[in-house]
C-alpha cells in the first residue's frame, strides 16, 4: 500500500480476478472459519476495521479482509464491506474515506498469510526462486464516481525470511489494473507477457515505527478492465534486474482490493483466484496434505 499522498486514476467497479491455486489440493469445507464469525459462504455485512472471513470451495481457500488503516495525524475511514455470492468476493456498501494525504483502507481478499492471518492450506510463504509458475486473472467492471480516489490492484508482499506474522519488508509489488486520480511518476516503461506497463519504485515505510522497504508500482497502459493468466515471474525478474526483490525472499501474500483515499462506495471484487506452482507447505492450525514444512515458520525478521 502507498503510504504517502499519491493521486490517482481510478474507477469504480467490480474487479473480479482470477489466481488457480494448484499447489496444494485441498477439500473446501474441512477448516473453521477464520476471524469474524468464519466459516464458508452465506451472506454477512461488516464495518468493522480488520474483520476477517475465510471462504472455502472448490478453488481453495481465502480471506477477506476489511483493512482499515490507523494513521497518526489521520482521520479515521469508515468502510464497510458485504458478502453473498459464497466465492471469494466483496462489495464496498459505505466508504466515509476522504484523505488529502496517504491512502486510508485497503479492502481486500488474499491468499497467503497477512498479519498472521493465513488462508487455510496456503503454499505461502514460499521462496520466489522456487515459485514455479504463478498467475493471476481480472475481469473489472468500471464506473467513474465523481471525487474519488483509489486503486484498482493486486497488492504482492516480500519478507526477507519465511515468516507469517508482522510487517512484510523484503519488498511489495502493485500491480495496477485501474486507478483514479493517482500521481504517478514514470521512471520506466516495460513490455511484460506482451502488455505495456509504467513503472515507478520508492522507499516506503509504515509510519507507526519508521520501518522501510522498497514499493514498485507497475500500472498498465493503456488502462484495461481485462487481464487472462497474467503471470507473475516477468514481474518478479524486473524486479530482481533492479536490486528491489531477491531470489532468496519469500512471497508473503498475493492481495486483490482497492487502495481507497476518497469514496469507494459501490466497488467489488467479483471473484478472486490464485495459480501457482510450488512446494506444498502447511499452514499452522490446519491440516494439511503434507507433512513437513519447507522452512521453520515465523522466523525472526
Given at each position: 500500500m502507498?503510504?504517502?499522498?499519491?493521486?490517482?486514476?481510478?474507477?469504480?467497479?467490480?474487479?473480479?480476478?482470477?489466481?488457480?491455486?494448484?499447489?496444494?489440493?485441498?477439500?473446501?469445507?474441512?477448516?473453521?472459519?477464520?476471524?469474524?464469525?468464519?466459516?464458508?459462504?452465506?451472506?454477512?455485512?461488516?464495518?468493522?476495521?480488520?474483520?476477517?472471513?475465510?471462504?472455502?470451495?472448490?478453488?481453495g481457500?481465502?480471506?477477506?479482509r476489511?483493512?482499515?488503516?490507523?494513521?497518526?495525524?489521520?482521520?479515521?475511514?469508515?468502510?464497510?464491506?458485504?458478502?453473498?455470492?459464497?466465492?471469494?468476493?466483496?462489495?464496498?456498501?459505505?466508504?466515509?474515506?476522504?484523505?488529502?494525504?496517504?491512502?486510508?483502507a485497503?479492502?481486500?481478499?488474499?491468499?497467503?498469510?497477512?498479519?498472521?492471518?493465513?488462508?487455510?492450506?496456503?503454499?505461502?510463504?514460499?521462496?520466489?526462486?522456487?515459485?514455479?509458475?504463478?498467475?493471476?486473472?481480472?475481469?473489472?467492471?468500471?464506473?467513474?464516481?465523481?471525487?474519488?480516489?483509489?486503486?484498482?490492484?493486486?497488492?504482492?508482499?516480500?519478507?526477507?525470511?519465511?515468516?507469517?506474522?508482522?510487517?512484510?519488508?523484503?519488498?511489495?509489488?502493485?500491480?495496477?489494473?485501474?486507478?483514479?486520480?493517482?500521481?504517478?511518476?514514470?521512471?520506466?516503461?516495460?513490455?511484460?507477457?506482451?502488455?505495456?506497463?509504467?513503472?515507478?519504485?520508492?522507499?516506503?515505510?509504515?509510519?507507526?515505527?519508521?520501518?522501510?522497504?522498497?514499493?514498485?508500482?507497475?500500472?498498465?497502459?493503456?488502462?484495461?478492465?481485462?487481464?487472462?493468466?497474467?503471470?507473475?515471474?516477468?514481474?518478479?525478474?524486473f524486479a530482481?534486474?533492479?536490486?528491489?526483490?531477491?531470489?532468496?525472499?519469500?512471497?508473503?501474500?498475493?492481495?486483490?482490493?482497492?487502495?481507497?483515499?476518497?469514496?469507494?462506495?459501490?466497488?467489488?471484487?467479483?471473484?478472486?483466484?490464485?495459480?501457482?506452482?510450488?512446494?506444498?507447505?502447511?499452514?499452522?492450525?490446519?491440516?494439511?496434505?503434507?507433512?513437513?514444512?519447507?522452512?521453520?515458520?515465523?522466523?525472526?525478521?
Amino acid at each position: 500500500m502507498i503510504l504517502r499522498n499519491l493521486p490517482k486514476k481510478v474507477l469504480i467497479a467490480s474487479l473480479a480476478i482470477a489466481v488457480g491455486v494448484v499447489a496444494m489440493p485441498r477439500l473446501a469445507s474441512a477448516y473453521p472459519g477464520s476471524g469474524g464469525s468464519g466459516g464458508s459462504g452465506g451472506s454477512w455485512q461488516t464495518c468493522q476495521p480488520y474483520f476477517r472471513r475465510t471462504i472455502f470451495g472448490p478453488w481453495g481457500a481465502y480471506i477477506m479482509r476489511d483493512d482499515v488503516f490507523q494513521l497518526p495525524g489521520y482521520p479515521k475511514a469508515t468502510v464497510c464491506i458485504s458478502h453473498q455470492s459464497g466465492v471469494p468476493a466483496f462489495d464496498i456498501t459505505q466508504s466515509t474515506a476522504a484523505s488529502n494525504g496517504p491512502s486510508v483502507a485497503y479492502p481486500e481478499v488474499f491468499y497467503g498469510c497477512v498479519y498472521g492471518a493465513c488462508s487455510p492450506g496456503s503454499a505461502l510463504p514460499q521462496q520466489v526462486e522456487h515459485l514455479r509458475s504463478v498467475w493471476i486473472s481480472a475481469f473489472d467492471r468500471i464506473t467513474y464516481p465523481q471525487g474519488s480516489k483509489f486503486d484498482a490492484s493486486f497488492d504482492l508482499w516480500f519478507t526477507k525470511k519465511d515468516r507469517r506474522t508482522g510487517q512484510a519488508q523484503g519488498a511489495e509489488i502493485m500491480i495496477w489494473m485501474h486507478d483514479q486520480d493517482v500521481r504517478f511518476a514514470q521512471r520506466w516503461r516495460v513490455q511484460l507477457d506482451g502488455l505495456w506497463w509504467q513503472v515507478e519504485e520508492w522507499q516506503t515505510h509504515n509510519p507507526a515505527d519508521g520501518r522501510t522497504w522498497p514499493l514498485i508500482i507497475f500500472m498498465r497502459s493503456p488502462q484495461s478492465g481485462n487481464v487472462r493468466q497474467l503471470p507473475l515471474r516477468p514481474f518478479f525478474g524486473f524486479a530482481e534486474q533492479h536490486g528491489w526483490l531477491q531470489p532468496q525472499n519469500w512471497l508473503e501474500s498475493i492481495e486483490c482490493g482497492f487502495e481507497l483515499w476518497r469514496g469507494g462506495t459501490g466497488l467489488a471484487v467479483n471473484f478472486m483466484r490464485v495459480h501457482l506452482q510450488a512446494p506444498a507447505r502447511p499452514t499452522p492450525g490446519f491440516p494439511s496434505p503434507t507433512t513437513t514444512p519447507t522452512a521453520t515458520p515465523n522466523a525472526p525478521a
